[in-house]
């Protein structure tokens, strides 16, 4: 398999490892800012991910998802797309190795 195709899960402390890279981040929706088009996720180490939305915060529909999209730097991405994870996924659930 190629490697442009492999977007691998990360925490916020892999973020630097992936810059100009697609992952995956699984977290909780902290705050969803519609002027700036931003949310603010705190991922499975307790660490927060700035997102950069697609053109409207109406693809966050709950409080945790997870985020597909390009590392711009070390605490930012830019989604390409959003999976809702439900209202109730606990963060003890989203422990990564």
């Not at 966050?60 to 997870?66: A, G, I, Q, R, W």
């Amino acid at each position: 398999m190629s490697s442009e195709y492999v977007s691998p899960r990360v925490n916020s402390a892999r973020l630097p490892d992936f810059v100009g890279r697609s992952v995956r981040l699984v977290g909780k929706v902290i705050r969803v800012d519609d002027n700036s088009n931003e949310m603010i996720v705190q991922a499975s180490d307790s660490g927060e991910v700035k997102v950069k939305l697609l053109n409207d915060s109406s693809d966050v529909t709950s409080s945790y998802v997870e985020i597909i999209g390009t590392v711009l730097d070390v605490d930012t991405m830019k989604m390409m797309a959003c999976i809702d994870m439900g209202e109730d996924l606990g963060q003890n659930t989203l422990i990564f190795f």
